[in-house]
């Protein structure tokens, strides 16, 4: 199984809603990572989990709040989001964080939309 | 600081050969990686260079040289399928975080 799958696929909230993203593999990955992504420009890293424990945090806004579960789990909770930040958020697992050969497996992404 | 640097597009004609190239600046190097992504669709992985010279997979073949900081994806046989963003990549070590870098991306259009 080589597969990281995001639910849910669209999402369409106000900016007063709280919602929640979520991403799962099975690879036997201990690191994740959630990025987002605008129309026509590359992955921006958001933070990543290294063994479950927060390892980064690109001075994302607390509107963003990660959540390592356990191994297999990844959760993005969304609260007070602003139009801007409707965009595709991606999510991401490597074997470790810290393999010289990195090959990230992406899920298919949460298209979200902030009215 | 660590940057990448690709074309933004190319354009190029089914069953043609077509090379993307990406030179990058960074304070350590652990390698060149190459991801796929189609409109709408997730990142995929494609290829990776550590050391330098030619890594073929199929159609999709990637150089490195470390002494030019360069690398290139090339393509042959062009299928229209391949119309697609590519991106190119390091791993960051300047803060010896484990996060990778993408370029900007090249967006290929295949024409018929």
């Known amino acids: 199984d080589t597969e990281v799958t995001q639910t849910p696929k669209h999402l369409v909230m106000g900016m007063t809603n709280k919602k929640s993203l979520k991403c799962e593999q099975h690879?036997?990955?201990?690191?994740m990572y959630w990025y987002k992504q605008k129309a026509k420009k590359p992955p921006e890293l958001m933070f990543v989990?290294?063994?479950?424990?927060?390892?980064i945090n690109e001075s994302v806004p607390s509107r963003f709040s990660p959540e390592c579960p356990n191994s297999s789990l990844l959760n993005l909770h969304l609260h007070a989001l602003q139009p801007e930040d409707s965009a595709l958020y991606l999510c991401?697992?490597?074997?470790?964080?810290?393999?010289?050969?990195?090959?990230?497996?992406f899920g298919p992404g949460t298209r979200l939309l902030v009215l | 600081g660590q940057s990448l640097e690709q074309p933004s597009e190319v354009t190029a004609v089914e069953g043609a050969i077509v090379q993307i190239n990406c030179t990058y600046q960074?304070?350590?190097?652990?390698?060149l990686s190459w991801y796929q992504q189609h409109d709408g669709g997730a990142p995929t992985f494609l290829s990776y260079?550590?050391?330098?010279g030619l890594e073929e997979t199929g159609r999709f073949s990637s150089f490195l040289s470390r002494s030019d900081s360069y690398g290139y994806l090339l393509l042959q046989e062009l299928q229209m399928k391949d119309s697609a963003s590519y991106f190119c990549?390091?791993?960051?070590?300047?803060?010896?975080?484990?996060?990778?870098?993408f370029g900007k991306g090249t967006r290929l259009h295949i024409l018929p």
């Open positions: 991401a697992s490597s074997q470790t964080s810290g393999g010289a050969r990195e090959t990230q497996y």
């Open positions: 690879m036997g990955h201990r690191a």
């Open positions: 989990y290294s063994y479950e424990k927060l390892s």
């Open positions: 960074t304070s350590g190097f652990y390698g």
């Open positions: 260079n550590a050391l330098d």
């Open positions: 990549a390091v791993r960051d070590l300047e803060n010896r975080d484990d996060k990778i870098i």
